[in-house]
């Protein structure tokens, strides 16, 4: 089943060895694959859905991840909290998270921050990209320090965590005018939590 999301990341230049450190994974495109595997191993399905990973309907439950490469979302301390789940065939949206949950409220995580903090005590600075595929081609490069912000612009929570492991950031969103506005709103935030910042300029369409 996973066959699809391993041609997909083939295609983006992921190589097995990063989809293994960031422990990607596949949801098939199945409505109840993950309530049957539950109810196979006799685990509650009240907790999953309050955790975001089942919803319930008018028929039962169904999965809410289907037919998608899942990027898990770790704590500082490596215990995924929630996923981000990239479509890999026709629907929309093309990108779904987890929904706010007791253990998950997107603007307090950071993408990769797990994978990156020692890189970014090492180094002194963090650098901060967009979106999940951004991150893996960056640390698949030799960029270690790079985490990334969800798809969602820079709030403050996400720049007290940064904080807590260096007082520089760069912010390297993309070129189009929604990452220049990001950038601009974000740049604010980050100084206000004292961090210094700097801006990566990209051509055009990068």
């Known amino acids: 089943a996973g066959k699809k999301a391993c041609a997909y990341l083939e295609e983006r230049g992921i ?7 960031f422990f990607l994974g596949y949801a098939p495109d199945s409505w109840t694959g993950l309530v049957d595997l539950l109810q196979k191993k006799n685990l509650p399905l009240q ?3 309050k955790s975001g990973l089942i919803l319930r309907g008018d028929k039962g439950y169904y999965d809410r991840f289907r037919d998608r ?8 301390q490596g215990r995924v909290a929630a996923f981000g789940g990239r479509l890999l065939g026709d ?3 093309k990108y779904l998270n987890s929904p706010e949950t007791p253990l998950f409220s997107k603007g307090r995580y950071l993408y990769g921050l797990f994978q990156a903090k020692e890189a970014i005590r090492r180094e002194g600075r963090a ?4 979106g999940y595929m951004d991150l893996l081609q960056a640390h698949q490069a030799g960029f270690k320090n790079v985490v990334a912000s969800l798809g969602t612009a820079l709030t403050r929570d996400q720049a007290r965590a940064l904080k ?9 969103f993309d070129a189009d005018l929604a990452g220049q506005a990001a950038t601009m709103r974000g740049l604010d935030i980050l100084k206000e ?10 051509p055009p369409g990068e």
């Not at 650098?127 to 967009?130: F, M, T």
């Not at 939590?193 to 990209?202: A, C, E, I, P, R």
């Open 127 to 130: 650098v901060v990209v967009e």
């Open 164 to 172: 807590r492991y260096t007082d520089q950031a760069i912010i390297a």
């Open 47 to 49: 907790a999953a859905e």
């Open 69 to 76: 490469l899942l990027f898990p979302i770790s704590t500082p």
């Open 15 to 21: 190589t097995p060895a990063t989809a293994e450190e």
């Open 91 to 93: 629907g929309v949206p």
């Open 193 to 202: 939590s004292g961090l210094q910042v700097q801006v990566v300029t990209l």
